[in-house]
């Protein structure tokens, strides 16, 4: 599903070069859910951003879901955006003055699927809210939601054109501890579908939740390894 | 690049929603184009109402009358044209009427005054009018009961005359005024014709004044010395009256043996002429109204360039979000271009509803000669396309400042 080779991302800040990611290497298998942790600027935002096709690194090669996506042009990496990737943001990311329902159907605007009637744009943007049990919250505008139930919205609407991956930069990062379980557990159900799942954190109670766990540090992968050696490794240290 | 039309119904939904979130915002930044397109669109209104009156005027006055007249050059002295050198002689119209293919109809007029009386009623100086029977047709004066003159009439200077009604009137004259005879300078003529009453309204005061007519080899006997001749004549048809000026000028110089590089001793205007000369003048003002207008809008595209750059930037985490779930570097410019050419489009219908309002007041004023005014299709469309040209034109900088954001560090932002 991915597979990252020597992956490289050099940030120059004047005459100063950063060392995002100094050569790492992954492979994510279809429906694995893989948290991502390290300490701050280990550069796990800079992965994401690669993986997710935001951001082109400097070195190294990238493959998603068969195709290469490294130094492809901007046009065609938003169109692999739209139809392989979905993305959850730690700050949600809601149109304020849009309906839940309008949120989700966001993706659809930029699809490049012909023909879509209105009609199967709302079943679909309900199939999406539904699988993430907010079927009674359609037309409720952000401000009109909770924390946990705007993320919830945040992920349908990534999950709405069924993308290869869903990625999450800390999703829970602006939730207490009850809404982060709800949050989690709406990706575990997804998982539980067949979804492939991708999620940045720092928390080890989120990490948890998932199968396998990768740590970065300095640009570096420091360790892959499934949860339970991970959460006993973690102890050891 | 190409979009669905679901995209452009969104993107045209969103740029609504954001002029309407931000409406006194908007407003104010429309203004200049309001003003703009208001201020033209009135200004054309009144034009077109005012070129409305007088063209109609024109048009009833007969667009390819040609009118010939004597004139003395002012850039010789007086001496070296004397009077009978400038007076138009009858063999002159004849040559005319000989020699100018464009023309339909032609005849010398000549005006003099005389004593007239009837049984009932003597009258000293009224004016009479000798002319060929074609002037029936070159001045498209009919008659209202009788007959026309004819080539009889004038061949054997027949003692014949038409009267206008005001004429009648004063004369005393029965209702029924064919057939009854009046005498001029104590010769006897037969009224043979009643010619219907000359309606203007911007040019003389046709209708009120006595009008006798009598064939113009008459007049040529009744008058002593000094007999002023000028000419109407018609051009077949209105396109050809510049032509048919010219063929008139011609003829003239030539029976009068003008030298080239010497001024005419004649003077010939058509009225299509005064019709050219008034639509160059209402195009020229139309053009400086569109120059002002260029300006306004000048103005007013740098307002929707600020308020669009300002926008771009109060929106760059949506931006960056668009761009998160598939929007293309051009499917984000074509959004916000959408978005300030909606923004100039919605300044151009205030404007132009308020330009037709202004039209409507116009109309309204009396005596201003404005009652036609209204601001026409072709200046309605013009103005949305004008307006819509300025929002992509000054739109262009701030979409494509949106276009090239990059969407992580969009994302980023506060
Ligand atoms: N646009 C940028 N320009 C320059 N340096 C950058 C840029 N983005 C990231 N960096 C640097 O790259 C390194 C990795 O950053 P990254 O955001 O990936 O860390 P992170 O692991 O996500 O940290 P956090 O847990 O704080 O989010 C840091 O040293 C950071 O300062
Ligand atoms: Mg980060």
Redesign the pocket.
């Known amino acids: 599903m991915i597979r990252v080779r020597a992956l490289r991302?050099v940030?120059?800040?004047g005459d100063e070069a950063?060392?995002?990611?100094r050569g790492v290497d992954l492979d994510i298998g279809t429906n694995e859910m893989v948290a991502v942790m390290?300490?701050?600027?280990?550069?796990?935002?800079?992965?994401?951003?690669i993986i997710g096709c935001l951001d082109q690194p400097t070195e190294g090669s990238y493959e998603l879901d068969g195709q290469r996506v490294s130094h492809m042009s901007e046009a065609a990496l938003a169109l692999v955006r739209n139809e392989k990737i979905g993305f959850v943001f730690q700050s949600f990311e809601l149109l304020a003055r849009q309906t839940a329902l309008e949120n989700v159907e966001l993706p659809l605007v930029y699809s490049r699927e012909a023909g879509l009637t209105g009609g199967e744009r709302t079943r679909r943007a309900l199939q999406a809210l539904e699988r993430v049990k907010l079927s009674d919250r359609v037309t409720h505008r952000p401000s009109q939601l909770s924390g946990g139930q705007k993320q919830r919205v945040a992920i349908a609407r990534a999950i709405l054109n069924h993308p290869a991956i869903l990625m999450a930069?800390?999703p829970t990062g602006n939730l207490d501890s009850v809404t982060t379980r709800e949050v989690m557990g709406i990706f575990q159900q997804l998982h539980a579908e067949g979804q492939t799942v991708l999620i940045?954190t720092?928390e080890n109670e989120v990490a948890a939740f998932c199968q396998r766990v990768i740590r970065?540090r300095d640009?570096l992968v420091l360790s892959d390894l499934p949860i339970a050696e991970d959460a006993a490794g973690h102890h050891q240290g | 690049m190409n979009f669905s039309p679901y995209f452009y119904s969104q993107a045209i939904k969103l740029a609504m929603s954001q002029i309407w979130a931000n409406r006194k915002r908007s407003l104010l930044t429309a203004l200049g184009i309001i003003v703009g397109v208001a201020s033209t669109t009135s200004v054309i209104a009144a034009l077109s109402g005012l070129k409305a009156n007088v063209l109609t005027e024109f048009e009833s006055f007969g667009a390819n009358r040609l009118y010939v007249f004597p004139d003395r050059p002012d850039d010789k002295p007086r001496s070296m044209y004397p009077r009978d050198k400038i007076r138009i002689k009858p063999w002159e119209v004849r040559e005319i009427q000989a020699s100018c293919p464009s023309l339909r109809a032609i005849t010398p007029i000549t005006e003099f005054g005389v004593s007239v009386a009837s049984d009932e009623k003597e009258l000293e100086g009224i004016t009479v009018v000798g002319m060929w029977p074609d002037w029936h047709e070159a001045e498209n004066r009919r008659v209202i009961a009788g007959r026309m003159f004819n080539t009889i009439d004038e061949r054997s200077a027949r003692q014949v005359c038409l009267l206008n009604e005001a004429a009648i009137d004063e004369l005393r004259l029965p209702a029924e005024a064919v057939g009854s005879h009046i005498l001029l300078d104590g010769r006897r003529f037969l009224v043979v014709g009643i010619v219907e009453t000359l309606q203007s309204r911007m040019f003389g005061d046709g209708g009120n004044a006595a009008e006798i007519f009598i064939p113009f080899a008459l007049a040529m006997k009744l008058q002593s010395s000094d007999i002023f001749i000028r000419i109407t004549a018609l051009a077949t048809r209105t396109e050809v009256s510049e032509e048919a000026r010219s063929e008139i000028t011609q003829t003239m110089r030539r029976i009068r043996g003008i030298h080239p590089g010497d001024s005419d001793t004649f003077q010939v205007v058509a009225i299509d002429q005064y019709i050219q000369q008034f639509k160059a003048m209402a195009a020229g003002i139309t053009a400086i109204a569109g120059g002002i207008v260029g300006i306004s809008l000048l103005v007013g595209g740098i307002g929707i360039m600020n308020i669009m750059l300002v926008s771009v930037s109060e929106r760059t985490r949506e931006i960056g979000l668009r761009k998160a779930v598939g929007a293309t570097p051009g499917a984000i410019m074509m959004q916000f271009l959408l978005e300030a050419m909606a923004l100039c489009l919605a300044g151009g219908l205030v404007g132009v509803l308020i330009g037709k309002l202004l039209a409507i007041g116009m109309t309204l004023i009396p005596g201003a000669s404005l009652q036609h005014a209204d601001v026409p299709l072709w200046a309605v469309l013009l103005s949305f396309a004008f307006s819509a040209v300025v929002g992509l034109g000054f739109g262009f900088f701030p979409a494509l400042k949106a276009a090239r954001l990059d969407p992580?560090?969009a994302l980023?932002h506060e």
């Open positions: 991302k940030y120059r800040v950063i060392h995002a990611l390290g300490a701050s600027g280990s550069g796990k935002s800079t992965l994401m951003n930069d800390e940045v720092h970065l640009g | 992580i560090e980023r």
